[in-house]
């Protein structure tokens, strides 16, 4: 499966973005997919997860409320709504697909097999 997440570009504080990640390679609908984000001199971070049916979605709870993801399979998309941003909220988005079932894990790095090359969100104030 390779990844290719766009979207990204300069906002202002308060502002919205919309992310997404197209996949290619077959059975997309058998992973799950995952947001993270990395800012400047950080760890790469957990921000959203959904299950291959998109049943199931979880959180970090600094983005609950502001970021909804969403997935659709027949175009092999997965999307990042991202409202009332904050200045924090810069970083690199990566999004990343996992064979495991979500329950197996969401929030770990490792809980993924693949990534893509990651698009820039930056947030001003």
């Known amino acids: 499966v390779q990844l290719q997440a766009y979207g990204g570009g300069l906002v202002q504080a308060g502002g919205s973005l919309r992310l997404s990640c197209v996949a290619s390679g077959r059975s997309f609908s058998n992973y799950k997919m995952g947001w993270f984000r990395q800012a400047p001199g950080k760890e790469r971070e957990f921000v959203a997860a959904?299950?291959?049916?998109?049943?199931?979605?979880y959180y970090a709870d600094s983005v609950k409320g502001r970021f909804t993801v969403s997935r659709d399979n027949a175009d092999n998309t997965v999307h990042l709504q991202m409202n009332s941003l904050k200045p924090d909220d810069t970083a690199v988005y990566y999004c990343a697909a996992g064979h495991r079932a979500l329950w197996f894990g969401y929030d770990k790095v490792g809980d993924y097999d693949y990534w893509g090359q990651g698009t820039l969100v930056t947030v001003s104030s």
């Open positions: 959904i299950s291959w049916s998109g049943i199931s979605v």
